[in-house]
């Protein structure tokens, strides 16, 4: 017996992923930086939690231009989300972003132990790309 599976990628994270031609299972720190940008008042496992997920990340991409101050803001959103893994010994970490494009659209890539993630924003279609680099 054959079965088919149709796996396609929609962006919005995940347990699998494409790695090249492959469907890769995630066994590292691949979702949290997602989540801890982008689990704020919305997310799904507020309810379960003492403490809700209050994300700044997603409010600086809706409120912000995409200009040096704007960048500078939604840099430092990042920044704050993710400050948690500051207590969490032998980890290293970092933030860049940058704008290019027309329209605009803001790069960031979000460094964790050696394993980076990009993520661009396009603010004129509310388009967000996330994935494994």
């Not at 796996?7 to 919005?12: L, N």
């Not at 990042?78 to 893994?85: P, T, V």
């Not at 290019?100 to 993520?119: D, H, K, V």
């Amino acid at each position: 017996m054959t079965t088919d599976v149709l796996i396609y990628e929609t962006g919005q994270g995940g347990d699998l992923y494409l790695q090249g031609n492959d469907v890769a299972l995630t066994t590292g720190v691949e979702n949290v930086p997602y989540l801890a940008m982008f689990g704020g008042d919305n997310w799904w496992g507020n309810q379960y939690i003492a403490t809700p997920f209050a994300s700044k990340t997603e409010a600086a991409l809706l409120s912000n231009p995409l200009t040096s101050a704007g960048r500078i803001a939604i840099e430092a959103a990042m920044q704050a989300d993710l400050a948690f893994l500051n207590d969490i010994p032998g980890t290293t970490w970092s933030v860049v972003t940058s704008i290019s494009g027309n329209p605009n659209l803001l790069n960031a890539t979000i460094t964790i132990n050696g394993q980076s993630f990009s993520m661009q924003w396009n603010p004129n279609t509310l388009f967000l790309n996330y994935q494994i680099v």
